[in-house]
């Protein structure tokens, strides 16, 4: 490894915080990503008969557990569990309820409290809410990889055009950028919810409209300065093509500089989905989110377990986001002391 890399890994090691962030981050995500099979309502495994079933990867007619109906098996009716139980056995989940499952066996008015059959209770539907919850974070979290990802490449692009190129290429991009800052994002995409039917794409691409400016300024800055550097000027004036420069020779560079600010253009993004859920302008109803069973909560002030839940996975992954943010500028920053 170059001893450059060694010496920000080394001082990113140092800062336990943000070690302990992004371990805890990266569990976070694989068991979001394993949401499919950690919440769901068919089970994992059934033994009936002698014969060993998944349900949680393939559907199977009543009629193939001793049922009448051929249409897919109900295993939360209590026949049908009866039946299994008298010739085999089930195998459910850790929590055996979909995203949007609606538990028909509640003895209780919903939102039901926290209890050994729903652990962090029901929603005013009738949904577990630790489903909807693991099944929100898996939303939030790939819909942040994606605009971080998106603002990476737009932002560092038009970076390194306006800062190589300079002059009136400069100018009027930053003008452009002034005027495309100016834009409220959030309010535009408000708007546009009360004309298009939104869905995750479409709050995907307009999110990304405005997410890639906040990594412009330091790409530009970085190009700036390295195309005034001695070997620029030399592969300059050798007759290196401008693209092969760019990337080769001041690009490295000026990736330290975005790379910094990933962590935290993520966080904005969670929270941009969080508030358009929030509002009422996100995702399709009925889509697990955390905006929505935020709105739950302050909806049911009588159910405290709604906005506790939500309020604490959200307030989780943003800092842990941040955490690792402040980590990775630390480590990448010029003038700290090994």
Known sequence: MNPVWQRRLA??????????????????CLLCMAADILATDRPLLVRYQGELYAPVLQAYPETTFGGFLPTETDFHDPWVQRHIADHGWILWAPIPFGPRTIDFSLNQAVPAPPSGRHLLGTDDVGRDVAARMLHGMRISLVFAAAVAGASVVIGVAVGAVQGYFGGLVDLLGQRLLEIW??????????????????????????????????????????????????????????GVPHGRIMLRHILPNAMVAALTFVPFVASGAITTLTSLDFLGFGLPPGSPSLGELLSQGKNNLQAPWLGLASFGALATLLSLLVFLGEGVRDAFDPHAHD
């Open 11 to 28: 001082r990113f090691r140092r800062n336990r915080r943000a070690v302990w962030s992004g371990r805890i981050l990266v569990l976070l």
């Open 181 to 238: 800052a100016g834009i409220p994002g959030l309010f535009v995409l408000i708007l546009l919810a009360s004309v298009v039917e939104p869905n995750f794409w479409w709050l995907l691409a307009v999110t990304m409209l405005f997410s890639w400016m906040t990594l412009v300024d330091p790409v530009r800055a970085e190009f700036l300065r390295g195309r005034t550097l001695d070997y620029v000027r030399a592969a300059h004036a050798l």
